[in-house]
C-alpha cells in the first residue's frame, strides 16, 4: 500500500484545519441568524481529529 510523505500528509491536515475552521465558523453564524445546521457546532472537530490520525499513521516515517 502506498503511504504519504511528510510534506503530502502536511498538506492534508493543514488543508483539513483551514475546511474546519471555515465550517465552523459558517455554523455557528447560521445559529447567530436563527437557523439552524444539521450538525452541531464542535462537529467537524470532532471527526477531524480522527482523520488526521488516519492520515498521520498512512504517513510513511522518516528516516533518521
Known sequence: MKKFNGMESN?????????????????????????????APGFYT??????KDKVKSMTKKAKI
Open 11 to 39: 498538506l492534508i491536515i493543514d488543508a483539513l484545519q483551514f475546511y474546519v475552521a471555515q465550517v465552523e465558523k459558517d455554523i455557528l453564524e447560521l445559529e447567530k441568524e436563527g437557523k439552524t445546521s444539521i450538525f
Open 46 to 51: 470532532m471527526i477531524s481529529k480522527d482523520l
